[in-house]
């Protein structure tokens, strides 16, 4: 009788976890395990607005998968998944197809515009190593450019950010950091340079407590931010954003150089298009993290909503969670192959933390507050455990961010 076949399917932080785990838990004559993955490399979803800022390099956010798992015990495949065939356990890849005795999807996310006109098109979203790159290239461009190029105007110094989520003030914090030494290198008056926020909300951050949040505000403000809030993006051009604020009549043009929008993300297509039930566009998992309408698929991160015991809304999409979930995904299928009952999903909220900059942050650790200083290097530890627990102390070592200190 041949091995149960396991298939994950996206190397994200659930994914990645879930195939690190299996190889520990499983012995090679329980089951066969094959990762699929688009890119040949792992990333760090959480470093790339570091990335793209330009104050870390591209390649710092990423890591070769084959120097992570363990290539003894997981065969990786490098091709995208075109569609789940869940009646007949196949995935649909652009270059063949996989069959597969248990499924876990960890697909991850693509950007949400909402309908707003022009922002596919002249904006730009920090959703992947490669568009963290082109971010940075370009804002780096648009400074060579300004005193060398007979056209460049005032407002190609101008950045807009749309959004003042997690995401949005992230990068905020990276850009004030950069801004400065972009300037010094392209002999640029600093004051030339504008970095706007446009929210929707009348609020940045609006998970974290407001002391928090306003702390982080202060802060990006006393570093230059114009903060527009309770303002939406109405428009994205070739010349920047048109926004208009709550209740306004009319419109607002922002010149821009510099369009970046962070103001959401939404489940990658694929779970929906191949007939999951969904739950805008996530798999509603049961409580041992398996589809509710098969139970020999499995998801975890963004394709995965996961609501708490008493309550109406689900728990937030984070890197934490996913983690979590990878690991109790491993658990729980090396319980099915052994015959045994699964476990529920009970998730351990350790806090939450948003980096300012290097040297700033904020967030709530074991319902302890930080701010400034202390909340970016527990950041930092926070990044480095991660690291620990995905490749052990080696890939600690070579990618930590308390080693480049």
């Known amino acids: 009788m041949s091995n149960p076949r396991i298939l994950i399917i996206g190397a994200g932080y659930g994914g990645m976890i ?6 520990k838990e499983l012995s090679p004559d329980d089951a066969d395990i094959t990762l699929v993955n ?20 591209h390649d710092r956010t990423r890591m070769l998968i084959k120097n992570v798992i363990n290539t003894n015990r997981v065969h990786f495949v490098q091709d995208s998944v075109v569609k789940i065939d869940k009646d007949n356990k196949k995935v649909i890849l652009k270059n063949g197809e996989l069959s597969y005795d248990y499924l876990v999807v960890g697909l991850g996310f693509e950007s949400n515009t909402f309908g707003i006109k022009g922002l ?10 490669n568009t963290a790159r082109k971010i940075r ?43 400065p030494g972009l300037c010094r290198e392209y002999d640029i008056d600093q004051n030339k340079v504008k970095i706007i ?4 909300m009348p609020m940045v951050l609006p998970p974290f407590e407001r002391d928090l949040a306003e702390y982080a ?13 309770g303002t939406f993006i109405k428009e994205a051009t070739p010349d920047g954003v048109l926004v208009q604020k709550k209740d306004a009549e009319k419109m607002e043009e922002i010149k821009a150089g510099t369009v970046v929008w962070t103001g959401g993300v939404k489940a990658s297509h694929i779970p929906a298009d191949s007939g999951f039930k969904t739950n805008r566009g996530k798999i509603p998992v049961t409580d041992d993290l398996r589809a509710p309408d098969d139970d020999h698929v499995f998801a975890v991160g963004d394709v995965a909503v996961v609501f708490p015991a008493e309550g109406k809304r689900p728990y937030p999409p984070t890197a934490q969670i996913a983690v979590q979930e990878g690991e109790l995904v491993a658990r729980n ?19 939450t933390v948003a980096s300012l900059g290097n040297h700033q942050g904020i967030g709530v ?8 200083k202390p909340a970016a290097a527990m950041k930092k530890v926070i990044d480095d455990r991660y690291l620990l627990e995905l490749g052990g102390v080696g890939l600690m070592l070579r990618k930590g961010k308390l080693n480049f200190l």
Do not use: C, M
Not at 40 to 49: A, E, G, I, K, R
Not at 157 to 170: K, N
Not at 197 to 200: I, L, P
């Open 18 to 23: 879930t195939t690190v785990n299996l190889a």
């Open 197 to 200: 926020d446009v929210e929707g």
């Open 365 to 372: 650790v074991y319902d302890k507050k930080l701010k400034g």
């Open 137 to 179: 290239e370009h804002i780096e461009y648009k400074f060579a450019s300004y005193n060398n190029d007979p056209d460049a105007k005032d407002s190609d110094l101008t950045l807009v950010v749309g959004g003042a989520g997690l995401s949005g003030v992230e990068f905020l914090g990276e850009l004030v950091d950069r801004i």
């Open 333 to 351: 299928l090396k319980h099915l192959i052994k015959g045994e009952p699964t476990e529920k999903f009970v998730y351990k909220k350790r806090g």
């Open 217 to 229: 505000q202060r802060y990006l403000e006393s570093k230059g931010v114009i903060f527009k809030l």
């Open 120 to 129: 596919s098109e002249h904006a730009f979203s920090i959703r992947s190593v």
């Open 38 to 57: 688009k890119h040949n490399y792992h990333y760090q979803t959480t470093w790339l607005h570091e990335a793209a800022a330009g104050t870390i390099h």
